[in-house]
């Protein structure tokens, strides 16, 4: 497995509480998570984005697991229609998965541990609390260099930043500081100025689509 560590990965543990395990903002961070590894494949060139649709130019194997898993599932699913799919359509299908296979990768890395309870000695419910503290750490002392000081963004840590403010996640990533401090930075990281044309374009999309499921289920949920 690659030791760097995911876009999708570093969502996760910005959601996991590092002592109950508990998710926190689930469903966002859940959309945000299946946001990251698309965006990520079309970074390393596996993938394009382009007008909210997207389709698979590569299937080389990146080297990294969870990325491969997910490219794998995504080439089957595109095949099945000549036309190009929605992104939005490919995250409404695999967030869950998506999700299960982030954690999965998280529990092997040795940066959780899984924990299974039982909710009135019924339900059964899985926590993942945190096993080892130092990704977490150098993550958010990342996100507070470029965010909060002003630093030049990497591609990687631009892209979290887009996805993190298209999924309204704020708090997850900067819980002490207000939102207004912080929104307003994201949102110009999130314009993706700093990054190259494909990139930019990837971003873009990845946003629209997070921001665009982010509300149907919003509004479902209101309903």
Avoid at 14 to 38: F, N, P, Q
Avoid at 119 to 128: A, K, M, S
Avoid at 145 to 159: A, K
Avoid at 180 to 198: C, F, N
Wanted: aromatic share 4%; proline share 3%.
């Amino acid at each position: 497995m690659s030791t760097t560590v995911t876009l999708a990965e570093e969502i996760a543990l910005l959601s996991l509480d590092d002592e109950s395990g508990a998710a926190k903002e689930r469903s966002s961070a859940g959309w945000a998570v299946a946001g990251g590894i698309l965006l990520e494949l079309a970074m390393a060139g596996r993938v394009t984005v382009t007008d909210g649709r997207l389709a698979v130019t590569d299937t080389t194997p990146t080297g990294t697991a969870l990325l491969d898993g997910r490219l794998a599932q995504l080439d089957e699913w595109t095949r099945r229609r000549e036309r190009p799919r929605k992104v939005a359509d490919w995250l409404t299908k695999d967030q869950s998965k998506a999700v299960t296979a982030t954690v999965e990768s998280l529990c092997e890395r040795g940066l959780v541990v899984e924990e299974r309870n039982r909710v009135l000695g019924l339900f059964p419910v899985r926590r993942y609390p945190e096993a080892d503290g130092s990704v977490e750490r150098e993550l958010r002392a990342r996100l507070t260099s470029v965010v909060v000081h002003g630093t030049e963004p990497d591609d990687r840590t631009g892209g979290l930043v887009a996805l993190l403010h298209a999924a309204k996640l704020h708090r997850l990533a900067f819980p002490e500081v207000p939102r207004k401090l912080v929104s307003a930075r994201m949102a110009k990281i999130a314009d993706g100025q700093w990054a190259g044309d494909g990139v930019r374009e990837a971003i873009r999309n990845m946003q629209a689509a997070v921001v665009a499921v982010t509300v149907v289920t919003a509004t479902t949920t209101v309903l």
